[in-house]
Structure formats: C-alpha cells, structure tokens
C-alpha cells in the first residue's frame, strides 16, 4: 500500500514537471527498479493531456464564424489620414492601418481582398465597435485604460508608437507652447488629442481657445484658413495632414511631444479567440521582419527552412494556425500577400512616401525599437 502511495506521489510530480514543460521532457526520474515502473505510467499520463482539445477555451466567441459566414472582414477605418488610412478618388483605400486590415483578411480568407472598410469617425468609432458594425477597429486609435474598459474594447498589441504634436505657420514665429497664450488651436473631438490639450496646457499654465471639429478634414481646413493659430493631433497626422495643405513647406511641427499615443488594432470585449487571431497577426508582421521573410522571398524560405521557428510560422511544422482557428499557412498568407512589418510600414510611411516618417520606437528590438514578437511555438 504504502509503494502504491509512493509511486502516485512519484506520478503526480512527474506529471507536473511535464506539465510545466510542455510535455517536452525527455528525461523521466531514473535510478532505482521502481522508477522503470514509473516511467512507463508516466508516458501513458502524458499521452491524455496532449491530445488535441474537443472543447473550445473558455473566452470564445463568435466573432471568426460570422466574418467567415458574411465572406468577408469589415474594418473600421480612417479615410482622411494620408499613409493611414485614406480612400482615393476612385474609393481605393490605402495606408499602414488598412494595410493591416488586408493582413487579417489575408490570415483568414487566404485573401486580403476580402475586407470591406468602413471609414468612421474619431467620434464614432467605439459605438461601431461595440454594435457589432464593424469587426475591428484600425484606425490610429490610441489604447487607453478607459477604452480598454468602459469603452469595451481589448487593444492588441501597439502596431504605432506616436505622440501629440503640435503645427503651426512657419511665418508665426510660434516655436514653444508657450508662445501659444491667448491663442486658438484646432483640435478634433472624440480623440485623445482634445484630452492631452488641455492636461498640457494647463500645466504650463498657458490659456488658449479650443476650436473643436468633427473629422480631419474641417480641423485642418480651419486651420489653413486662418482660423486657428496651430492645429493638433498625434505627429502621425500632422505628417499626414502636412502633405494635403496648399503648401506643406509653409507649416512646422513643433520640437515638443505632448503625450504618448500608442496607436494599435482594437477588438470587442468578449471574444478572446479574435483577439488572438488580431494579435498574433500583428506578430506575424513583426516575426516576418525579424526573420528577413518578405513578400518576395518568402516562397523560396519555404522550400529551404532549417530554423524551426520559421518553419513552424509558415505552416511547415506544428499546427500553430489550427489553435488559432484558422488554417496553417495563416502566416504565410500575410506575409506572401500583404508583406512583413517593414514592407507594410516603407510602403505607407517609408523614404520614398510623402508622408515620410523615420521608424524611431518603431523598430524592430533587434534594432533600437520597442517592436517585439513572443515566440511562435
Ligand atoms: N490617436 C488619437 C487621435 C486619433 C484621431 O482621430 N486623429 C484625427 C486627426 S489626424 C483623425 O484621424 N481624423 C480623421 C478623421 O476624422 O477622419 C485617438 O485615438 O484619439
């Protein structure tokens, strides 16, 4: 009886050793006759645990089945922020936020054509969320405590580390924000933007006139009629908005950055599978990068991957797509259709764009940035 006793003991800490690790202990306890028992029942307790699960996590919900069933993903969007996301005169939308809608789509359908945008507003775009309107929300959207709890939203990881900026006429003379007092600023509503403002400024102890707007388009069209003395909003877009002015050369973005503005995907609360799914193909667009995975080459590192952790990215091993629920070249699809995180930011934001902005915090770890992928395992 009391070898029974002993052998259960042995079973139970051997079983959770191998729980902790994953199952991938190769080296049972050895040494004595009745360890050799054990070993042998240890395998058989393994075996149970490691079996593909029946039964959904807990935390899911039904977000993946619908956008499955409907054909297509819609993305709440911007459609007046220049290299974010914008709709050209033919209603073609373009931009680093709609670039990552077409990844999703691409994660799910296989095809970053399926995704319809849906521009909303600063204002609007939580109602939209949260009714179901639209499936995620990518629009230069800056995670706050308030957003990620009253507000019912989950962001996932920051895709945009940005700050509020602070434009003015070049002829102004404006250099600091002190040299603001008395004056009037354009400042868009429903944002973190008309918030920091006014933090800013009255800690600086600066008075000053809001004129608040509902879109970009009026704040900036206010402001380059003269109606305001400086307009602004995150750096990103002030950038942006720079190159739509009559005269981008004749206006300058103050050396002073008023808060942090983290700028990422959101989701509703509520379905932890499609966070998942949104999370981890903003990995997918890091890991590319990290693993020098491009739009171009990305066939030819199929056919020779050694590392596995590339090969378990592109569906060569494992079935990480499978516990997403979605298929094993996922990741593969983002990156052969869409392109890696490099790819996706140089195309909207990069040298050769007009809405130029230098990579900074969103770099790479590897290369001085805050952007970091948890491993694909
Ligand atoms: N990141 C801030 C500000 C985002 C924001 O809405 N910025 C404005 C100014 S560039 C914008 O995108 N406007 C576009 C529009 O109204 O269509 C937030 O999440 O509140």
Redesign the pocket.
């Known amino acids: 009886m009391r070898k029974i006793f002993a052998i259960t003991g042995i079973l139970i800490v051997a079983g959770l050793v191998l729980a902790a690790c994953g199952g991938a202990a190769t080296s049972a306890p050895s040494g004595s006759g009745e360890t050799v028992t054990v070993k042998e029942t240890v395998i058989v307790t393994v075996v149970a645990p490691a079996s593909p699960a029946v039964v959904a996590p807990t935390g899911y919900g039904v977000t993946l089945e619908t956008v499955k069933a409907r054909g297509n993903l819609i993305c709440g969007v911007?459609?007046?922020?220049p290299g974010?996301?914008y709709v050209d005169a033919n209603g073609n939308f373009s931009g680093f936020d709609v670039d990552y809608c077409r990844a999703l789509a691409a994660a799910i359908f296989g095809d970053p054509t399926k995704v319809e945008f849906r521009?909303?507003?600063?204002a609007e775009?939580f109602t939209a969320l949260q009714s179901g309107e639209i499936d995620i929300l990518s629009?230069?959207?800056?995670w706050?405590l308030v957003?990620d709890t009253e507000l019912g939203g989950n962001f996932v990881h920051t895709t945009f580390y940005?700050g509020?900026g602070m434009m003015v006429p070049a002829d102004s003379g404006i250099t600091t924000l002190q040299d603001l007092e008395g004056g009037t600023i354009c400042v868009?509503t429903?944002?973190?933007?008309?918030l920091n403002l006014a933090d800013v400024m009255a800690s600086l102890g600066v008075s000053y006139t809001p004129a608040v707007f509902?879109?970009?388009?009026?704040?900036?069209a206010a402001y380059s009629e003269g109606r305001c003395d400086a307009v602004t909003?995150?750096k990103?877009?002030?950038v942006?908005?720079r190159t739509v002015l009559a005269d981008p050369a004749a206006h300058v973005i103050l050396d002073v950055t008023m808060s942090k503005?983290p700028?990422g995907p959101m989701v509703r609360h509520g379905d932890d599978q499609w966070f998942d799914i949104a999370q981890w193909t903003v990995f997918a667009l890091f890991a590319g990068e990290e693993f020098g995975i491009t739009s171009a080459n990305v066939d030819e590192v199929k056919a020779s991957a050694t590392a596995p952790e590339v090969k378990r990215l592109l569906g060569l091993e494992g079935d990480l797509g499978l516990k997403l629920g979605l298929t094993n070249d996922w990741a593969y699809n983002i990156l052969k259709l869409v392109g890696n995180y490099e790819e996706v930011y140089n195309r909207n934001l990069g040298p050769d764009t007009p809405t130029y902005i230098p990579r900074g915090l969103n770099n790479l770890y590897i290369n001085g940035g805050l952007l970091y992928a948890p491993p694909f395992r």
């Open positions: 911007n459609s007046q922020v974010f996301g521009p909303v507003t600063a775009r629009r230069n959207t800056t706050t957003r940005d509020q868009q429903g944002t973190t933007t008309e509902e879109d970009a388009d009026a704040t900036f909003t995150d990103s877009g002030l942006s908005r503005e700028l």
